[in-house]
């Protein structure tokens, strides 16, 4: 098997690739680096290097954006695959911004390079809308106006790095309280009107650490539809911290604005031109269907060699 390293050079703010290339001396595997380019290279040459044949382990190393990337580059290729015979897995050394999907296994050292080609795939859940693949959360309204100012201030000093998702919070008060939308799970109507926002989680986490759908499970074959109505600010900036720790469906006072169920498949319309974010990535539209892939890709699960 080919143990491939795609590396997003921008993660983070530092370019990992010396360190990578260094640490992978001492491993005895065939491995290879690739640096990106830019948006969407990594996609690029993930379905690329897929036409080849043959076994490969891919790992991105980035942030949430990264995977995403590799993610959507082996999903790509098996759609285009005649027979479907890809031998491939995807792996991650997180090393972004937010690495949310890797918090789905807590006690787990994804940083570890030598447990990383030592680690054991394990079939996981995958949410495909159009051409684009998501493995964590896919968000409207609120959440997509977040990630709009956090591409922009990403890089900045102080309002960026760590504290970018909450710059965004704080923009979007501002602009992104009230997004119409019509909402339908697995066939039926189950949202229409103004919301605050809209997530679809396979992942726990989101936003650097908002643990914002603490029953979601990244191999179940559903996803975990919540919607929020708009609100005062003040009545968010009390919400915001159940939402942090994962508390917010459960909360009984929060029942007439907070809406939950889970499914298979869901269809968004918006009221005109409006964006999604999927794994932080912005994608432009006014209608959304999503659908949720049962252990779609083989995610490698590192294994500690100590």
Not at 26 to 35: D, L, N, Q
Not at 235 to 247: C, D, P, T, V, W
Request: aromatic share 10%; net charge negative.
């Amino acid at each position: 098997m080919k143990h491939i390293y795609v590396v997003n050079p921008q993660a983070g703010g530092h370019d990992r690739s010396e360190f990578i290339a260094e640490s992978l001396r001492e491993i005895e595997v065939e491995t290879e680096i690739y640096v990106t380019r830019g948006p969407r290279d990594a996609t690029r040459y993930v379905a690329e290097r897929c036409k080849e044949g043959g076994d490969f382990r891919f790992y991105a190393c980035g942030g949430d954006g990264t995977l995403n990337e590799v993610v959507t580059g082996v999903m790509q290729a098996k759609q285009n695959a005649e027979h479907c015979v890809l031998n491939t897995e995807v792996g991650c050394y997180p090393c972004g911004s937010g690495n949310d999907y890797v918090k789905n296994w807590p006690t787990v050292d994804f940083t570890d390079i030598k447990g990383q080609t030592a680690g054991v795939a394990v079939p996981v859940d995958v949410m495909r809308f159009g051409d684009r693949y998501s493995v964590n959360t896919l968000n409207f309204g609120f959440e997509a106006a977040v990630c709009r100012t956090m591409a922009d201030v990403r890089r900045k000093p102080v309002i960026g790095g760590r504290m970018a998702y909450t710059t965004g919070i704080v923009k979007s008060l501002a602009t992104g309280r009230h997004n119409y939308c019509r909402v339908e799970v697995d066939g039926e109507r189950w949202y229409d009107g103004d919301l605050l926002l809209l997530s679809l989680a396979n992942g726990q986490y989101a936003g650097g650490g908002y643990h914002c759908a603490p029953r979601a499970v990244v191999d179940d074959g559903q996803v975990e539809v919540l919607a929020v109505k708009p609100m005062s600010i003040a009545s968010f900036a009390r919400l915001i911290k159940y939402y942090e720790n994962g508390e917010l469906i459960d909360r009984p006072e929060l029942r007439n604005v907070v809406s939950y169920r889970r499914g298979r498949r869901v269809v968004i319309e918006a009221g005109g031109p409006s964006f999604v974010a999927t794994d932080g990535e912005l994608v432009e539209g006014h209608r959304f269907e999503a659908e949720c892939l049962h252990n779609a890709i083989d995610f490698v699960i590192p294994q500690s060699l100590s």
